[in-house]
């Protein structure tokens, strides 16, 4: 029902910054909440930020609030997560993440998902 691809992972230096890109499709993009997880090797997926389906309200980890940004784009059909500051820890494969109006912080909210991007940053 709904399709996303996230783009932008790479490799970054500590300090450095990010700009991650989640496209939809399948379904109206206006419709749904938007979130971003992440999940390092041998950890589980944890929540990291999300937006509702205006922009207009959003809700982060404590681990990333104050350095990273989510927004969106209804007209794109595009959301996005700016991370700056980066550090070590933040290393892990991203993944965007559709919702009900309603969805919040926890994964079980979110009904489709992207297939990752990896996010490594050196010290």
């Known amino acids: 029902q709904v399709q996303l691809v996230e783009s932008g992972g790479g490799l970054v230096q500590a300090g450095g910054s990010l700009r991650l890109s989640c496209r939809a499709s399948?379904?109206?993009?206006?419709?749904?909440?938007m979130g971003w997880f992440r999940q390092a090797p041998g950890k589980e997926r944890e929540f990291v930020a999300a937006?509702?389906?205006?922009?207009?309200?959003?809700g982060y980890a404590d681990s990333v609030k104050g350095r990273f940004t989510i927004s969106r784009d209804n007209a794109k059909n595009t959301a996005y997560l700016q991370m700056n500051s980066l550090k070590p820890e933040d290393t892990a494969v991203y993944y965007c993440?559709?919702?009900?109006?309603?969805?919040?912080?926890?994964?079980?909210?979110?009904?489709?998902w992207g297939q990752g991007t990896q996010v490594t940053v050196s010290s």
């Open positions: 399948g379904r109206t993009f206006s419709s749904v909440a």
């Open positions: 993440a559709a919702g009900p109006r309603s969805a919040g912080m926890g994964h079980t909210d979110y009904q489709y």
């Open positions: 937006v509702n389906w205006s922009g207009s309200n959003t």
